[in-house]
């Protein structure tokens, strides 16, 4: 049963423009929740986070939208460069569950064309 | 260090064999991770360790899978009786207290024939 659903495996953009990544949860205790971007035959690594008290976040180029409500949240990369081309993940915890373990969807593939 | 370590990086088994897979956190992070991802999957989550609680094992696929940290540092999952559906590429990562950014490490690829 995924909690933490990317629902389009993969996604391509050019280069200038917006990329946009969805994400849905069903959990409702989740209240912390990251992206991670990974390149081939490396490790995930930490993009950007947000406290389910905001409803967006912003870092440079990366904005990441919450709606709780709709348990749904985005991010958006504006604008695209190629070197942005990796596999998104998005993740959720649950800090008051006690193990804040991290909950990871499936992932969607950006290709961002020169 | 400067990063999560893990070995080896590559490891292929035969079917029925024992495997351990060894992570270094990065020093200090009381919090360590161990994750898989399979072909065309998302990261399962396996085990959780913090600090002197007892772990979080409920992401542990079956009772071949066990993990051990040792002194609050250095963690090894052991695969016993490998089969090929464990084949999956194996990351561990670590964070401070109560944080949830965690740092991966490269992984291990399992690869078991």
């Known amino acids: 049963d995924q909690q933490v659903k990317q629902n389009s495996p993969s996604l391509s953009v050019q280069e200038g423009r917006i990329s946009i990544l969805n994400c849905d949860y069903t959990n409702s205790m989740f209240d912390y929740f990251l992206w991670y971007k990974k390149y081939p035959a490396e490790g995930p690594t930490f993009l950007i986070s947000?406290?389910?008290?905001?409803d967006k976040n912003e870092d440079g180029r990366f904005t990441v939208f919450l709606n709780k409500s709709a348990k749904h949240l985005s991010l958006h990369i504006v604008p695209s460069q190629p070197g942005d081309s990796a596999v998104y993940f998005c993740?959720?915890?649950?800090?008051?569950?006690?193990?804040?373990?991290?909950?990871f969807g499936k992932g969607t593939k950006l290709t961002v064309n020169p | 260090g400067a990063g999560v370590s893990q070995s080896p990086s590559n490891k292929v088994t035969e079917k029925g064999k024992d495997v351990e897979l060894r992570c270094d956190p990065i020093s200090g992070h009381t919090a360590l991770y161990w994750y898989r991802q399979s072909l065309g999957q998302g990261l399962e989550f396996l085990i959780y360790f913090q600090g002197n609680s007892a772990p979080d094992k409920s992401g542990l696929p079956s009772d071949r899978f066990s993990a051990e940290r040792t002194g609050g540092s250095v963690s090894t999952l052991t695969i016993q009786r490998t089969q090929q559906e464990d084949s999956a590429v194996y990351l561990c990562a670590s964070s401070v207290e109560r944080s949830t950014e965690a740092f991966f490490g490269q992984g291990t690829r399992l690869t078991v024939v």
């Open positions: 947000i406290s389910s008290i905001k």
């Open positions: 993740a959720a915890s649950d800090s008051q569950q006690g193990s804040e373990k991290l909950v």
